[in-house]
């Protein structure tokens, strides 16, 4: 893990850097959730912030924000005490603890700088997949283009889940081939380019040798690119339970959406499994607020619809949440791939056969195990499922509300009220997140009130300084409330920050259109 | 190492080399550039829609790759495609704009600018062939040009693993990508042509066409309130005329040039096969004419269409794919190849249907847009059977389309012509369901209803209901002056009732156009029309 050396520089030892080094835009910053800038010119703080130098001005990012940072010409640290003072009067230097002379603290600091510049160039390139790390734990072997920090994160989680999932379900990866593939990728765009999937997927298990599990960093949602990891793992996971059969649609992806709704607990190194998935639970109270609820029996028999990740997690959640259902629930899943009773039929991709079972069949089986042996009975855990789904799973929290707002404002039907109503109750509850604040205030932005919009735009940019989207919407809304020239001078920042950013160039035509 | 083992080891590394096959030349005199392909590679056309493709050439010999896990097969031929970036000078927004003689018409034409900063840019947002990265990037200087050297591999989600060798020439105003792409299992075969390619290419003079008129076709119009018919047909001729021109001075030399009364043949299969495809697109063309006469103005102009044959599926996937708009043809360019298989093919099939719907649409976009779905599905699965015999075209049931029928009507699920026009869109989910609409079409187009009096005017008056139909509910739609709801139970209830709306709508579409084409039919009329119909599909 890189140190953070800032607060043992001086002035001094900067005199006796070469020139070079010295000049405006050599510094680097790494930032907590993986965004690395380097050739920057930085300015440290003794309160451990660092401003970033721009033409157009300067920014200033929280210390909770930095992971590491190389500051040339960071300021030396204060004495703190009358000894310091005289020893510092005596040309001592205080260098990682230890007080020495000027020439020996110089090239100790000279070797630092330049072993922390090597180890930041280092994660900036293995961001290209040809740089790529690589890891082996016990089960997994990785391929990732993350900061090494981002990508321990992950790693850790994906055993713990491992380990409870297996030990739940009594699965083992198989002998002669024991680590499934994990390929991770710094962006969204590095993952459908060179996963060779196209827009809208968030990641995939290839089911067939080689296996591989593909998914990208959100860096914006780390919470949501869990919930992807595990979902995808999930399915794995699945095939660990028979691995020549093809588990259907349903319960395949309910169960790997169960699974998904895991948290990972970084402190305590503990899972919890099962939780509510909000972005899940609001698609469905969607369907329900236009008068649609899923019946048991359309859902089950179904081959592959979209549902099966939406009702279908509810019907996993309610299942695995019920004493009296969750055995009945797991032997049915065993049943599909194990059970001599379940009429299963054959499938190949290339040369390699898979036994998988259709949905009628899927159906039958389900009922059959479940004990439901006429009209009546499926009627009645219908009831209790959709009962469940209205009392028990609640868009409630922080988070729940942030993403059922969101889905309103975003989504399609477009519920204003509902959306302004959940996000503006999540903020004043404490939500931070930057999209979350930006999502509102483009509402107001379109609403004309730009007073409103400014102190959310000037949240989000507080809580993600560096996010050109953030400086560029809060410099639209500052020309709309008589503050012209800031605005201009954040949209020409956000310009200087987002140069490589082509979600920047759909925002500067929008300001071209005003 | 003895001197004579040394001498061995030398030997059979030549061995090893595969002898680079005699090179072609290339010249581009306006690009102001050219090249040496390997013999054997040849030139395909560009699309006259592409903007920054300006060259193509295939080999002929096919590679294979079998996947060592899945063992399946895959087929591929290398390919070099040379791509120009312009410099800003060439990217200029052109606009016109026209009013006709009530000064309602504005026509505005403006040219896309490259929306790609470079090489890198361009592979990453138009490559389609699979995962891919850059393995290796460096800088050189070659022949006093800087270039930039890439080697891409493409390996997750492909149909085997390839490379990509790309060097990307930079000269004053036009950087030049020249690419190549082969199966990674070829490129020790292929390496030898492949460094010779790449190291032949030359700046020259230019001396024909012009870069900035040309260079950038993928011009968008946009056309504002209505223009008269005189205006119309000449927009059409100029720009049939544009297209032609544009579609046959990029063909190669090997291609031959076809000028037919409906279409502008560009052939690079023999004689034969263009002869037989014309002679379909002429009979699709008659038959439309007489089985559509209400669609046809006086003032239309029917514009011809291109039809490229191209010499098989290799050179036809070079043409199509790749570039700005990869897979996507315009429908006035309709590209084949070469069938073996002829008539009843599904690339047959699709020609015949091609034909169909360009010659509607050229004469009333609205009407395959307002058709019903029983008459959509009908018209789509007649004209993949159908076949010409001269000059007329002839209606078939498939094989499939009989088994189908065959068995819904010894099960006694067969679905009367009532039941099929008032069904909802899920109705024709099933496979049978649509054999049942294309044999009714049939029986309506070319059967006993096409000739009986009750039923032979059936699709015209269906249409125009339809579209009487929709036109109304356009006029009476207030979901614009629909008041906004100022509670979250209010925008709750509107999001329910635009749902149950939408629905309503499609049912009440359904019903007006029924009632309206069959309100004033008898008990009889329907007893009559489902005994001949039945009749027909038994």
Known sequence: ?514 | MSRLVRFSLLLLGFALLAPAAAAQKFEDKRFGYELRTPRDWNQVPIKANEEYIIAKFLSDKTHFFTDPDLKLTYEHKPEIQVIAFLSEKYRKDEVEREENENGDTVTIRFNLTNPYKDYEDFLKNTYSGGGFYIAEQSEEKIGGLDVTQYLVKVEKGSNGPKRITTWVFKTGDIDFALQIECFESAWKELRGDITKTLKSFEEIERTEGSIVQDASTGGVEFTLGEMTPEQRKKRRQDREREFHKKAISTLPEDWEVLEEKHFIVLNHADKKDAKKLIEQGDAVFAWCKKSFPYLVDKDDYLSRPVIRICKDWDELASFAFGGAASGWIPTNDMATYKDTVGIGSNNYSSMTQRFASFWINEHDSDFLNAMPTWMRYGLEYNMAYAKHKGKKLELYASDWERMGLREEVKAGTAHTPREMFLADDDFYDSENSRYEAAALMRYLLAGKGAKDKLTKSVIRDYYLNMSAVLEEMDERDDTGSEKAPETEEEEAAMVKARAQRLKDQAEEIREAAFQRTFGEWTDKDWASFEKNYFKSIS
């Open chain 1, 1 to 514: 893990m890189l140190r953070h050396i800032l607060p043992t520089l001086t002035t001094l030892a900067l005199a006796a850097l070469p020139a070079s080094a010295q000049s405006q835009g050599e510094d680097m910053l790494l930032l907590k959730d993986g965004r690395i800038f380097v050739d920057v010119d930085l300015a440290t703080t003794p309160a451990g912030e660092v401003t970033v130098r721009f033409a157009a001005g300067e920014v200033v990012v929280p210390g909770h924000l930095i992971q590491d940072s190389l500051d040339l010409d960071a300021p030396p640290p204060e004495p703190k005490n009358e000894d310091e003072k005289a020893k510092i009067a005596e040309g001592m230097m205080l260098y990682q603890g230890k007080w020495m002379s000027a020439d020996k603290r110089d090239k100790a600091f000279r070797k630092e700088i330049e072993d922390k510049r090597a180890e930041l160039i280092e994660i900036q390139e293995s961001q290209l997949w040809r740089n790529r790390g690589m890891a082996k734990t016990k089960h997994f072997e990785f391929e990732y283009t993350v900061p090494p920090h981002v990508f321990e994160v992950y790693r850790d989680q994906l055993e713990a889940y491992f380990t409870a999932f297996a030990k739940d379900w009594k699965v083992k990866p198989p002998k002669d081939n024991p680590r499934l593939k994990i390929c991770m990728y710094v962006t969204e765009s590095d993952f459908l380019q060179i996963g060779g999937v196209s827009r809208g997927v968030l990641g995939y298990f290839r089911f067939v040798d080689p296996m591989e599990l593909n998914f990208f960093y959100m860096r914006q949602d780390p919470v949501f690119t869990t919930e992807v990891l595990f979902h995808e793992a999930n399915h794995y996971l699945q095939k660990l339970i028979d691995l020549e059969f093809k588990m259907p649609h349903f319960p395949g992806e309910a169960i790997a959406e169960y699974y998904g709704g895991a948290h990972w607990d970084i402190e305590k190194k503990k899972l919890t499994v099962g939780l509510v998935l909000p972005s899940r639970l609001v698609e469905v109270k969607t369907d329900i607020a236009e008068g649609k609820y899923w019946g048991l029996r359309e859902l089950v028999a179904a081959d592959q619809v979209y549902e099966h990740y939406t009702w279908g997690w509810t019907l996993a959640h309610f299942l695995m949440k019920t004493p009296k259902y969750e055995k009945k629930f797991k032997k049915f899943v065993l049943a599909l791939s194990g059970d001599k009773k379940v009429r299963r039929e054959s499938a190949s991709i290339g040369s390699i056969s898979l036994r998988m079972v259709r949905g009628e069949e899927v159906w039958n089986t389900f009922t059959r195990i479940m004990g439901l042996k006429d009209q009546d009975d499926i009627n009645a855990l219908e009831k209790e499922w959709h009962d469940y789904i209205d009392n028990d799973l609640k868009v409630e929290g922080l988070r729940a509300k942030e993403a059922a707002g969101m889905r309103a404002l975003r989504g399609y039907p477009r519920q204003e009220i509902r959306g302004r109503r959940l996000l503006t109750e999540a903020i004043e509850e404490g939500s931070q997140n930057p999209v979350a604040l930006q999502t509102l205030g483009e509402l107001l932005y379109g609403k004309n009130e730009y007073e409103k919009a400014s102190e959310l735009f000037r949240k989000a940019v507080a809580a993600d300084p560096l996010e050109p989207a953030y400086t560029f919407w809060l410099g639209r809304t500052l020309k709309r409330v008589g503050q012209s020239e800031e605005g201009e001078r954040m949209i020409a920042l956000a310009k200087e920050m987002g140069l490589n950013d082509p979600s920047l160039r759909f925002l500067l035509e929008l300001e071209d259109e005003d």
